[in-house]
C-alpha cells in the first residue's frame, strides 16, 4: 500500500502507487524546466507531498539504465478503461527497437525523428539514443505525458536535442527540411465515434487533395497516418505500429489507398492475435512501413509470431488496388504449401554476375574520364543492394553503380564516341587495366562483356540464406550475385510468388558450408535448389 494517501498527506513519496505520487516525483524531476507549457504547470499544482530523496535517487537509476518507471506507473495508475478515449497504451522496447531496425532500411540518418503519439516518450527516448545526431520531436496531447516525457530524458541526459509539443498531431506544423525526417510510432486506437465532426471534416477534405473519398468511419489512427503524409517530404519514412483491422476493413481502404498513392506503402508485418504484443489491448496489431513519394510498384507482407521477418511477401499494386482485403496477402502460401519436387535449375539458368578484374576502373567513379552513355550500364555492385530491397523487387536503377562495358569493335561507334573511348581505353592502360589475370585472358583486354539482365537476382555467399529478388530495374550483375534466366518464358505473377517462396523457404543448409560459418551457393548448387513446381505457383498467384 502507499505511503501517500492524499496530495495532503505529510509523508514522503516512497513509491509509484498514486496519481498524488507520480506527480510529487515529477515537480521534482521537471523542477525549473524552462520550456513547460502553461496546461503541464497546472498538473503540477504546490502542495504535492515531498519525495524521499532515496526514492526518486532510485527512479534516476531506473531511467538512466533505460527503464520507463514513470510511464509504467501511468499505466498502473490509470485503468484502461480510464486510457480508452486517448487510445493510451505503451508499447514494448522489444517491438521499438523491432521497428527502428525496420526504419533502418527506410531512412539511414534522420535529421528529424517525430514520434506521433508520444505517450511516456518510449520511441522519443529510444530515437536519442538510436540517432546520436539527430532532433526528436515528440508530440503528445496529454500534459501529464508530456511532463514524463520531460523528466524521462532529462534525467536520460537526452533532453538537448528533444522537443515536446504537447497538442494535437493532426495540427502539427513542421518546417521545411533538408534532411530526412522519420515519422515513428504507436499512433492512438480512438474509434471514430469519439473523434470530432471538425476532425471528421479535415480527413475527409485532406484525403480529397489525393483524390481519395474519406470515411466517417476512419479510427484516429488512419488519421495519423494522412497527418504523416501531409507533413512528409520526399524521402521521409514512416514506420507505426497499428491496430491491424485496416487491411480488411470498408473504411481501411482510405488508408490502402494513401499507402499506394503518395504516402509510398513499403511493407505490413502482420502479428495474429495470438501472440499478444500488448499487455492491455487484445488486438492483432501490424507494423506498417512507407517512404513518403516513393512508388514501390506492390509491398512487401509478412506474417509474424514473435518479430517481423526479414524478408518479406511482395505484392504488385495491380493486385494490391483490386483487392477487398489485404491480411491475405501476409500468409499466402499457408494453405497451399506443396511439396519441393522440383528444382530451380529445372526452370532456370543461373549464372555468377561478371567478373571486371579491376573494378576501381570499370565500375564508373569521380576518376573516370568522360565516356558515352552507351557504355555505361546500371549495375548491382554489392550483395547489400540485395539485400536491403527485403524480398521486393528491384525497381530503380537510378541509385545502382554503372559498370562501364565497352564493344570488342571500337569501329562501330560513331567517330565522336569512338574518340573518347580510345582516350578512356588510353587512361585504363596507365592505370593497370592490363595487368589483372581476367583482363590478360579476356578478348579484347578492355571488353567487360557483362551478360544480358536477369529475371530474378540473388546473393549467394554469407551466414544467411540467400535472398532474392526480381530485377525489374533490368539491371546488370558483377560476381557477388548470380542471376537467374528463365529456360522458358515465365509470367509476373508466378515469378513474384516464386521469389517469395524461395525467401521464406531456402535454407542456408542447401548451400556448401566454408570456413568460419560462411556458406556458398555455386550457380550449380543454386539450380538444385529444390522448390515446387511452378504449376503451384500459378496457382498462389
Ligand atoms: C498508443 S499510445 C502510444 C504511446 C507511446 N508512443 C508508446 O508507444 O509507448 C498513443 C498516444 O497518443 C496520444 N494521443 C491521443 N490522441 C492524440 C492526438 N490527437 N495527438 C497527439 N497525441 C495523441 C495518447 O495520449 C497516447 O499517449
Redesign the pocket.
Known amino acids: 500500500m502507499s505511503l501517500v494517501t492524499s496530495p495532503s498527506a505529510n509523508l514522503p513519496v516512497n513509491d509509484l502507487a498514486l496519481e498524488a505520487s507520480l506527480r510529487a516525483v515529477l515537480a521534482d524531476l521537471v523542477h525549473r524546466c524552462p520550456s513547460l507549457t502553461k496546461a503541464e504547470k497546472r498538473e503540477l499544482p504546490s502542495d504535492l507531498p515531498k519525495v524521499r530523496a532515496s526514492f526518486l535517487a532510485d527512479i534516476r537509476r531506473q531511467i538512466r539504465l533505460g527503464g520507463d518507471p514513470l ?1 509504467e506507473a501511468y499505466a498502473r495508475i490509470f485503468s484502461p478503461e480510464e486510457r480508452r478515449s ?6 514494448p522496447a522489444k517491438i521499438i527497437s523491432q521497428m527502428f531496425d525496420l526504419a533502418a532500411r527506410l531512412v539511414r540518418d534522420p535529421g528529424l525523428v517525430v ?1 506521433c ?4 516518450g ?2 522519443t527516448i529510444a530515437a536519442l539514443r538510436h540517432y546520436r545526431k539527430a532532433h526528436v520531436l515528440a ?4 500534459p501529464l ?1 508530456a511532463l514524463i516525457i520531460r523528466a524521462t530524458a532529462r534525467v536520460a541526459g537526452l533532453d538537448s536535442r528533444m522537443k515536446v509539443v504537447l ?4 495540427a502539427l506544423k513542421l518546417p521545411r527540411r533538408s534532411t530526412p525526417t522519420l515519422f515513428i ?6 474509434r471514430h465515434h469519439d473523434i470530432e465532426p471538425h476532425w471528421k471534416r479535415w480527413y475527409q477534405d485532406e484525403l480529397a487533395r489525393h483524390h481519395i473519398t474519406g470515411s466517417q468511419l476512419a479510427g ?1 489512427h488512419l488519421h495519423f497516418f494522412l497527418k504523416a503524409r501531409q507533413l512528409g517530404q520526399p524521402g521521409d519514412a514512416g514506420c507505426f505500429i497499428t491496430s491491424a483491422e485496416w487491411l480488411d476493413v470498408n473504411y481501411g481502404k482510405d488508408l490502402r489507398k494513401l499507402l499506394l498513392n503518395g504516402l509510398g506503402g513499403h511493407t505490413v508485418h502482420l502479428f495474429p492475435a495470438a501472440h499478444q504484443l500488448f499487455a492491455d489491448a487484445l488486438t492483432t496489431s501490424a507494423i506498417t512501413t512507407f517512404q513518403v513519394g516513393q512508388t514501390h510498384h506492390g509491398m512487401g507482407f509478412t506474417e509474424s509470431n514473435g518479430q517481423p521477418r526479414r524478408l518479406t511477401h511482395w505484392v504488385p499494386t495491380q493486385e494490391l488496388q483490386e483487392a477487398r482485403a489485404w491480411s491475405s496477402f501476409a500468409r499466402p502460401l499457408r494453405q497451399t504449401a506443396t511439396e519441393a519436387t522440383a528444382t530451380l535449375g529445372d526452370y532456370f539458368l543461373i549464372h555468377r554476375g561478371q567478373v571486371t578484374g579491376a573494378n576501381h576502373l570499370w565500375i564508373a567513379n569521380e576518376a573516370t574520364p568522360p565516356l558515352p552513355a552507351s557504355c555505361l550500364f546500371p549495375a548491382v555492385t554489392h550483395a547489400k543492394e540485395i539485400i536491403r530491397l527485403g524480398g521486393g523487387p528491384l525497381c530503380d536503377p537510378t541509385n545502382l553503380q554503372r559498370v562501364i562495358d565497352l564493344p570488342a569493335d571500337l569501329g562501330a561507334l560513331p567517330a565522336r564516341d569512338r574518340r573518347v573511348v580510345e582516350a578512356f581505353i588510353a587512361w585504363a592502360e596507365t592505370h593497370g587495366g592490363t595487368a589483372s589475370y581476367i583482363a590478360q585472358h579476356r578478348r579484347p583486354w578492355w571488353r567487360v562483356k557483362l551478360k544480358a539482365p536477369p529475371s530474378i537476382i540473388m546473393t549467394y555467399m554469407g551466414r544467411r540464406p540467400p535472398v532474392f529478388a526480381r530485377n525489374l530495374a533490368d539491371a546488370r550483375l558483377l560476381n557477388i550475385a548470380h542471376g537467374l534466366y528463365p529456360r522458358t518464358p515465365i509470367d509476373d505473377p508466378t515469378l513474384d510468388a516464386l521469389v517469395g517462396w524461395l525467401n521464406e523457404h531456402v535454407l542456408l543448409s542447401s548451400g556448401r558450408a566454408y570456413a568460419g560459418g560462411l556458406i556458398k551457393f555455386e550457380p550449380g548448387e543454386a539450380m538444385r535448389i529444390p522448390i515446387p513446381p511452378l504449376e503451384h505457383f500459378v496457382h498462389v498467384a
Do not use: K
Open positions: 510511464g486517448t487510445g493510451t497504451t505503451f508499447t514520434d503519439g508520444a505517450g511516456s518510449r520511441f508530440c503528445e496531447i496529454n505525458l497538442g494535437d498531431f493532426r510510432g504507436n499512433p492512438p486506437y480512438v484516429l
